[in-house]
């Protein structure tokens, strides 16, 4: 395998020759949480997370909590980027570093950016070359043990940092994924989406929801900038083969589903194609030979792990 991937290290290097201090503060905390602190809400935005928040006294049973990082790249989806900035904040978390990294976004991103800038650990808003590079300069400047990124149309749901963190204090895993949302804008329909416990075997099977996904930074590497739509399934290949992993059974995460989406537009066929063609070459991962035994075993191994979880509800 031989794909380009960045220094991470040179990216930091070049926030700190602008004078960004490294590590970035943590979030600003609050002992009766962060709800009343933060702006309002727009007019008409009830409950999670616009008038609910996650109870800070769900931490109270140990004295610190491990950093989480998380990252949002962001770039013209003003619609849903508060909503994606409140799920975070409104954790609650006490140890969190959130980083939102804007491409210089045109619409009213910007704005919303900085309405919430006194939360963020850093922010910014100017040209990057793209979601990937976006996503990379973000994690250079993460220092927490664990960490994940957040798309700014998607969101995460109530109490999922204390359970994820939970987990993984727990567990003592390198990778946590769970259940999620498809949320489908124009009918306002809510689709659940259930996965396996992942098998190394059906990795090249893409199955992984990106906003349910957690890992230990001691696992983790850059995204591939070299792909547009594809890039959280190459570096599930990377980072999550061979490593521990905890499934958790519920939805930790909705994405907006919507004509501007890029794992639902149809714009973006030709950048998907390119994206497998990448991942495929033998410069990448290389093609799977036995893809059709693979799909006939995962569906089988599906099959089971239904009626295993059917007898376990009985």
């Given amino acids: 395998m031989n794909l380009p991937l960045p220094d991470l290290a040179v990216y930091r290097s070049s926030f700190?020759?602008?004078?960004?201090?490294?590590?970035?503060p943590v979030v600003p905390s609050a002992k009766?949480?962060?709800?009343?602190?933060?702006?309002?809400?727009?007019?008409?935005k009830t409950g999670w997370p616009w008038t609910e928040e996650s109870s800070p006294a769900i931490y109270s049973n140990k004295a610190t909590w491990p950093k989480l990082t998380i990252v949002t790249p962001s770039y013209n989806q003003g619609l849903f980027l508060e909503q994606t900035i409140?799920?975070?904040?409104?954790?609650?978390?006490?140890?969190?570093?959130?980083?939102?990294?804007?491409?210089?976004?045109?619409?009213?991103?910007?704005?919303i950016i900085e309405k919430y800038s006194s939360w963020l650990s850093y922010r910014q808003s100017e040209k990057d070359k793209g979601q990937s590079h976006a996503i990379n300069l973000g994690f250079s400047l993460a220092s927490g043990k664990y960490m994940a990124w957040i798309?700014?149309?998607?969101?995460?749901?109530?109490?999922?940092?204390?359970?994820?963190?939970?987990?993984?204090?727990?567990?003592?895993?390198?990778?946590?994924?769970?259940?999620?949302?498809?949320?489908h804008v124009k009918t306002a329909r809510f689709e659940l989406i259930k996965i396996n416990p992942l098998l190394d075997y059906f990795i090249r099977i893409p199955a992984l929801p990106q906003p349910s996904c957690f890992w230990a930074a001691h696992i983790h590497q850059p995204v591939?900038?070299?792909?547009?739509?594809?890039?959280?399934y190459e570096l599930w290949l990377r980072m999550v083969k061979g490593n521990t992993r905890l499934l958790i059974k519920q939805p930790l995460s909705v994405a907006n589903v919507h004509e501007d989406a890029k794992t639902s537009s149809p714009k973006l066929d030709a950048a998907r194609e390119k994206d497998h063609q990448l991942i495929c070459s033998q410069d990448g991962h290389g093609p799977v030979y036995d893809w059709d035994k693979r799909i006939l075993f995962y569906r089988v191994y599906s099959r089971i792990i239904n009626i295993l979880n059917k007898i376990s509800l009985k």
């Fill in 16 to 24: 700190q020759k602008k004078g960004v201090t490294y590590p970035v």
């Fill in 32 to 44: 009766d949480g962060l709800l009343k602190l933060l702006p309002a809400p727009p007019a008409g």
């Fill in 86 to 111: 409140r799920s975070v904040l409104l954790q609650n978390y006490p140890n969190l570093e959130y980083i939102v990294i804007d491409g210089g976004s045109t619409d009213n991103s910007k704005d």
């Fill in 151 to 183: 798309n700014s149309d998607d969101y995460y749901l109530k109490d999922v940092f204390w359970l994820v963190t939970r987990g993984f204090i727990a567990g003592k895993v390198d990778f946590i994924y769970g259940y999620a949302y498809n949320f």
């Fill in 224 to 232: 591939n900038e070299a792909l547009q739509c594809s890039l959280d």
